[in-house]
């Protein structure tokens, strides 16, 4: 049984990131540093959990980071003021909009109102998009970037693949969709009107669980020769678990272990998508002084 740790690439994506900030700062000897603004309603555990362990990668990495937090009462307009706010300032580089938003807080509207180029965990559709339209200058949410990181670190071929992925839903299982077929693999999407999800799982030759269902995934189901990435996140008996019942997983199969897997990764690329804000930001305006002399 060989598991894809999900720390090696993370640190790895720091190291990488770590490197383009300080050559930036050396390069324009500049002092700033990036900036991540985190918007969040109420306190979810969840939501609490995520911002920790952000800050926590953003310091390793040596990003700021601004937490906005909100009354969970908070209304749609107040949001969208704050939301504004972060977007209009120029010492804020991206945004991470805590998502579900609470239900008296419209989200198909307010996902247009984050500005597309501080956008690191591509909330606007207009995103969405460029991923569709293979343009690199948008972003991708984190979880499904991690997905790709980990395959390529750990030197697994994409092209010419048969992909299945387990879920449907826009922050994960559509973009990973769109990324794994911008590197030409054979994507096929199973949701919950799947017929038979156990022949699909079986044909895969990468297999992305991404359902939110504890275990449902039967080990038996899996071919040895298959690379399983587990994104779920479940509770199980006061256990944290995957969407892979791994008791009866072949010992040859490669996977992903819940904890310490996706989860690990998906802050380190939210890190590299707010340096990859900061650096544009950084070469374009110093490139606009060096253009006036
Ligand atoms: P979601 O509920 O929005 O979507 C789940 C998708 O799975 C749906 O498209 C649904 O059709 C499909 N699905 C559900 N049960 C199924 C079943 N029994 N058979 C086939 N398809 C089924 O969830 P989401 O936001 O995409 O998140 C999915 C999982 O990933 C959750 O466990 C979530 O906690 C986890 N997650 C992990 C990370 C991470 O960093 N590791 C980040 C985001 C989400």
Redesign the pocket.
Known sequence: MTLLKGKPVADAITEENIAVIESIRKKYNIKRRPTLAILRVGSDENDLAYERGAKSRMEKTGIEVEVVALDAEVGEEEYLKKLRGLNSRDDVDGILCFRPLPKHIDEDKVQYEISESKDVDAFNPVNLIKLIDKDESGFVPC?PK?VMEILKYYGIKVEGKRVVI????N???KPLAFLMLNKNATVTI???R?AD?EREVKNAEILVA????AE?VKGEWIGKETVVLD????FKDGKLVG?IDTSNIDEDVKFTPVPGG??AV?TSVLAKSVVKVWKKKMDESFDEVSDDF
Do not use: E, K, M, W
């Open positions: 979880t991690a387990i879920g449907r839903s922050v994960v299982g199973c949701h919950t799947t999800l991404a359902a939110g269902s449902f994104v779920g996140i479940n969407d996706v989860g998906t």
